[in-house]
C-alpha cells in the first residue's frame, strides 16, 4: 500500500506528498470531469492551470502549445514521468490526448484548432505562507517567523535532489534543465520539507544528448564550445537543424554541472543562515533576473564576430557575454582552475561573493562538479557520498527514505 500526506497551499492547492519510491498510476485517479480553477504558470512550451477534479482532488493540469512540433517532447515528458515514480519527483496523475469543450473556452483556444493535450500532475506547495512552490519561492518567501533558513536546512534539500537526480541517471535518464525555478518544494508535518524534480521537457531518454538544452547560467561548458549557442536568453531550444552539436556530449555529466550550479546559487542566497546571526549576501533573486535581461541577437552577434572591443548596451549583456566567453574557456581544465576563474566571472562571481566566506569543504565539492573534463566529473551517485553532506545524509535518509 502506499502511503499519503494531504497539504495545501496557498498557489498549488491540496497535493499528496506520496512516501514510496516507486509509483504507477491506478484507475481510480483517473481524472474524468474536472473544472479549471485559474492559471498559475505560462511558459514557453505549455501553460499550467489550476483544477480540481470532480472527485474533489486539486491538481495541476499542464497544457501544450503545440502538439504537432511537441509530440515526442510530449511523449518523453509523460514516459519519464509515468514509469519513474520517486518520492523527489513530481508525480504524473493522468494524461489526456485532447480536452473538453470548457477547458478549450477558459484558456482561450481556437475552437478551429486541434485540442492540445494535457497533463495531470501533482500539486505540490512550499508551505510557511510562501506564494508559490519552487525553490526560489521557498527561499524568498519563507514565512515561518525567523525569516531565513538553516545552512543545514539548505543541504537538506540539495541532498533530496541530487538524490532524484541520482535515480533518473539510474533509470537512463537526464534531466538537462536542474534550476531552482525547475524545484518544487513539499512540506508536511511527518517529513518535513521534501524537494521534488519538475519539468522534465527538456529530458531525454539517451544519456548522449545531442540537442542544445538548458537554461543560462546553468547549463555546461560542453554546451557552448562546439559551435555557437542558438540562443542566449532563457531556455534553449529542444531540437532544431541548427541545435545539431559535432559531437555527442553527456547528457549526464551535463546534469551535474548544473547541481554545482545550483548548490552555489542557493547556498548563497540571502535568505540561507550559514552561522548564527549571519546570512548570506543581500542580492535577491529579482535583482539578478532583472541584471539578465538582455538581447539574445545581440549576444550571438557578438560571439560569432568575437570582438570584445564592441560595447553592449547595458551592464546584463556584457556580463551574460563575459559569462559565456569564460565557460567556453573552461573546457578542459581542472575543477580547481574553473572554480578559481568563477570568482571572476559575472553570475558565478556574485554568488560566491554573497557568501563571503566559504570552507574547505565546499571548495572541495565545487572544485569536483566543475571538472572541465565530462569524463572525469563525479556521477550524481557519487555527489551523495561527498563531504559537503556529512552532517545531513543520515538524517535526510532515516527522514525521508525510510518510510
Known amino acids: 500500500w502506499t502511503k499519503y500526506t494531504q497539504t495545501f497551499h496557498p498557489l498549488f492547492g491540496w497535493f499528496l506528498a506520496f512516501h514510496d519510491s516507486f509509483t504507477t498510476s491506478t484507475s481510480s485517479e483517473k481524472v474524468e470531469k474536472y473544472r479549471v480553477n485559474g492559471s498559475i504558470g505560462n511558459g514557453g512550451q505549455a501553460n499550467i492551470y489550476l483544477?480540481?477534479?470532480?472527485?474533489?482532488?486539486?491538481?495541476?493540469?499542464?497544457?501544450?502549445?503545440?502538439?504537432?512540433?511537441?509530440?515526442?517532447?510530449i511523449k518523453n515528458e509523460l514516459s519519464i514521468l509515468r514509469y519513474n515514480g520517486h518520492i523527489n519527483i513530481v508525480r504524473v496523475i493522468d494524461y489526456h490526448d485532447s480536452l473538453d469543450s470548457q477547458t478549450l473556452a477558459y484558456i482561450s483556444h481556437p475552437p478551429t484548432s486541434p485540442s492540445p493535450p494535457g497533463l495531470f500532475l501533482e500539486l505540490v506547495q512550499s508551505g510557511f505562507g510562501a506564494k508559490g512552490g519552487t525553490l526560489w519561492d521557498y527561499l524568498d518567501m519563507r514565512g515561518d517567523g525567523r525569516g531565513y533558513i538553516l545552512y543545514q536546512e539548505m543541504l537538506e534539500i540539495l541532498y533530496q535532489i541530487v538524490k532524484g537526480i541520482a535515480f533518473l541517471h539510474s533509470k537512463g535518464v537526464a534531466h538537462r534543465d536542474i534550476k531552482p525555478e525547475n524545484i518544487l518544494?513539499?512540506?508536511?508535518?511527518?517529513?518535513?520539507?521534501?524537494?521534488?524534480?519538475?519539468?522534465?521537457?527538456?529530458?531525454?531518454?539517451?544519456?548522449m544528448g545531442k540537442s542544445r538544452i538548458g537554461t543560462f547560467p546553468f547549463?555546461?561548458?560542453?554546451?557552448?564550445?562546439?559551435?555557437?549557442?542558438?540562443s542566449v536568453a532563457g531556455s534553449l531550444p529542444l531540437s532544431s537543424t541548427d541545435c545539431e552539436y559535432e559531437r555527442d556530449y553527456d547528457a549526464m555529466k551535463f546534469d551535474v554541472w548544473s547541481i554545482g550550479c545550483l548548490v552555489l546559487h542557493t547556498i548563497s542566497h540571502p535568505s540561507v543562515e550559514r552561522e548564527k546571526?549571519?546570512?548570506?549576501?543581500?542580492?535577491?533573486?529579482?535583482?539578478?533576473?532583472?541584471r539578465s535581461k538582455i538581447d539574445s541577437e545581440t549576444i550571438l552577434k557578438q560571439?560569432?564576430?568575437?570582438?570584445?572591443?564592441?560595447?553592449?548596451?547595458?551592464?546584463?549583456?556584457?556580463?551574460?557575454?563575459?559569462?559565456?566567453?569564460?565557460?567556453?574557456?573552461m573546457k578542459g581544465k581542472t575543477g580547481k582552475e574553473n572554480f578559481t576563474q568563477m570568482r571572476t566571472v559575472p553570475y558565478f562571481g556574485s554568488a560566491l561573493a554573497n557568501l563571503r566566506h566559504i570552507d574547505e569543504v565546499e571548495v572541495d565539492f565545487f572544485e569536483r562538479v566543475f571538472e572541465g573534463n565530462p569524463d572525469k566529473r563525479p556521477s550524481a551517485s557519487d555527489l551523495l557520498s561527498f563531504r559537503l553532506f556529512d552532517g545531513v545524509r543520515e538524517r535526510v535518509e532515516s527522514r525521508i527514505y525510510s518510510l
Open 185 to 207: 518544494i513539499s512540506v508536511s508535518d511527518e517529513v518535513g520539507a521534501v524537494a521534488k524534480i519538475a519539468d522534465f521537457g527538456c529530458a531525454c531518454l539517451d544519456a
Open 219 to 230: 547549463f555546461a561548458p560542453e554546451l557552448v564550445l562546439n559551435s555557437v549557442v542558438s
Open 277 to 290: 546571526g549571519k546570512q548570506a549576501g543581500k542580492e535577491t533573486r529579482g535583482e539578478e533576473a532583472e
Open 303 to 329: 560571439l560569432e564576430m568575437e570582438t570584445t572591443k564592441e560595447k553592449l548596451d547595458g551592464n546584463a549583456a556584457n556580463d551574460k557575454l563575459q559569462f559565456l566567453r569564460a565557460l567556453k574557456s
Open 51 to 73: 483544477i480540481q477534479a470532480d472527485d474533489g482532488r486539486q491538481l495541476v493540469l499542464k497544457v501544450f502549445k503545440d502538439k504537432n512540433q511537441q509530440k515526442e517532447r
